[in-house]
């Protein structure tokens, strides 16, 4: 069976705050299993995934304005 991870650890993978993770999902931007009204796990494989995915779009860096 394959691990599920709890929003903390989600949290911890992304360098996010547990919030952070919450509002990723209220909005449907990351894969997320709803075990009951209060728990929310994920796969691992789907995180690393829609990381992979992420990253095609770039490296999410913002560039500065006025230069450099």
């Known amino acids: ?3 599920l991870l709890k929003v ?3 949290a911890v993978k992304l360098g996010i705050t547990r919030m952070g993770v919450y509002g990723l999902v209220f909005k449907n931007q990351i894969p997320a299993l709803k075990i009951s009204k209060r728990c929310l ?3 691992s494989s789907d995180i690393e995934k829609w ?7 770039g490296n999410g860096q913002r560039k500065k304005k006025g230069g450099n």
Request: charged residues 60%; without cysteine.
């Open 1 to 3: 069976m394959e691990e």
């Open 8 to 10: 903390e650890d989600v």
């Open 41 to 43: 796990r994920f796969r």
């Open 51 to 57: 990381l992979d995915k992420k990253g095609q779009k």
